[in-house]
């Protein structure tokens, strides 16, 4: 059975929900012709979404290797790397993002994605280098809010004399009129508050700004990831924050 005819099989496993038949059919695949990145993809899909993020993350690394890359792999790399606070993968990805040269661009939310895990890392030369590479970029008015949200939270979180500036402009939009925005700003407002052991203030922020009705079209949702990570940091419920990162 050939390469094309083995992948079909796992993708339908996979979408009849059985994942480790599905697995076993990309290891196989990989282990014949390592170049295969359709089975890379499945095997990082179904390790995300089962929460075997070492192994996600250890699959991105081998992924990236060994195919010919991508700026979604290399942002796969960098989420996967990140979720298990794995500094030389994330240090890896985001340089690679910087310095290889793309054939199709790489997405702005991309590098402020990037921007921001390395800020919450430590790597705050990265993070500067990668906001630096966003600027003047034309976007839309709903694009432009959502980049600026993320890059004050990569300056707060870089430290030193970036975090009182991205603090600063992070509570500004505090005052914004649109609801998803504020609750967005709030949101990692509290976020940092949690990170840095501060949980009584994350409570706060949350408190103030979560309404005590929730509405339909998603503008709590940001503000309802964190209270979980909160209630989790308090052994209410959950596997630790970083565990639930990518849903915050």
């Not at 038949?21 to 979404?49: G, H, M, W």
């Not at 979604?72 to 993002?97: H, K, N, P």
């Not at 407002?189 to 979560?210: K, V, W």
């Amino acid at each position: 059975m050939d390469v094309d005819d083995l992948l079909t099989d796992a993708q339908d496993l996979y979408f009849e929900g059985k994942n480790e038949e599905a697995v076993n059919i990309c290891r196989q695949i990989l282990s014949t012709k390592p170049q295969t990145t359709d089975a890379y993809n499945l095997l990082y899909i179904i390790f995300s979404q089962t929460k075997q993020y070492e192994a996600a993350s250890s699959l991105s690394k081998d992924w990236n290797r060994n195919c010919k890359k991508t700026p979604g792999q290399i942002r796969s790399q960098i989420e996967s790397c990140y979720i298990v606070e794995d500094v030389e993968g994330v240090t890896q990805g985001a340089s690679t993002l910087l310095s290889h040269k793309w054939r199709e661009p790489v997405g702005i939310f991309t590098r402020v994605l990037a921007a921001s895990m390395c800020a919450d890392l430590g790597l705050t030369s990265l993070c500067g280098q990668l906001l630096d590479s966003c600027e003047g970029e034309e976007m839309e008015d709903e694009d432009e809010e959502v980049v600026s949200i993320l890059s004050c939270w990569a300056e707060m979180r870089s430290g030193g004399d970036r975090r009182a500036g991205g603090l600063q402009e992070l509570n500004n939009k505090l005052s914004s009129s649109n609801p998803f925005y504020r609750g967005f700003a709030a949101a990692l407002i509290a976020l940092d508050a949690l990170h840095d052991g501060r949980t009584s203030d994350a409570e706060a922020t949350i408190n103030n700004h979560l309404p005590s009705t929730q509405t339909e079209d998603g503008d709590d949702a940001n503000l309802i990831g964190v209270k979980a990570l909160v209630d989790d940091s308090k052994g209410i419920r959950g596997d630790g924050w970083k565990k639930e990162a990518e849903k915050g």
